[in-house]
C-alpha cells in the first residue's frame, strides 16, 4: 500500500512539473504563449510565424497576463527554436527582466524579424504589431 501512494505523489508531482498547455495564454493574433519559467515566456505562433506575430503575443501577453506597465521592456531571452513547453519547431522566448533570465540587452535592430537575444522594444511598441492585419 505504502508504494503504491508513494507512486501516485510521483506521478501527481511529475504532472504538475510538466507544463499545461490547456490553459495557456492565447494572444490576439492566435499564438499560444506558455511560461518557461518565472523569468521567461515563450511564444508558440500557429504556423512559423514572423517578427510581428512575436512581438504582438509577447506584448499581449505582458500586458494582460502579466499586468506589465505600457513602458516595460519585453527582451528576447531565447531567439527563433524549437518550443520547450510545446515541442513546436518555431518558438521565442521573451523577457521582462533581462539580468533574472541571463541575457544582456542588445542595442535596437533596424529588422522586425531578426528575433535575436537580448533585442527589445516597449510593451507599448511591440503591441501596436497587434493593431495591424497580420503578414503571415
Known amino acids: 500500500m505504502k508504494n503504491k501512494i508513494t507512486g501516485l505523489a510521483l506521478i ?75 515541442g513546436r519547431r518555431s518558438s521565442v522566448q521573451f523577457t521582462l527582466d533581462p539580468k533574472a533570465a541571463g541575457i544582456t540587452p542588445a542595442p535596437p535592430s533596424l529588422s522586425l524579424n531578426a528575433l535575436k537575444v537580448g533585442e527589445s522594444m516597449t510593451v507599448q511598441q511591440a503591441h501596436g504589431y497587434c493593431q495591424v492585419a497580420p503578414i503571415f
Open 12 to 86: 501527481a508531482g511529475l504532472a504538475l512539473a510538466i507544463p499545461q498547455t490547456g490553459d495557456a495564454f492565447t494572444s490576439k493574433l492566435g499564438a499560444r504563449v506558455n511560461p518557461v519559467n518565472s523569468n521567461v515566456f515563450e511564444v508558440v505562433p500557429k504556423s512559423s510565424g514572423n517578427g510581428q506575430v512575436f512581438w504582438c503575443s509577447a506584448a499581449d501577453y505582458a500586458q494582460r497576463e502579466l499586468r506589465a506597465s505600457w513602458q516595460a521592456r519585453l527582451y528576447i531571452a531565447r531567439g527563433r527554436a524549437p518550443s520547450v513547453t510545446t
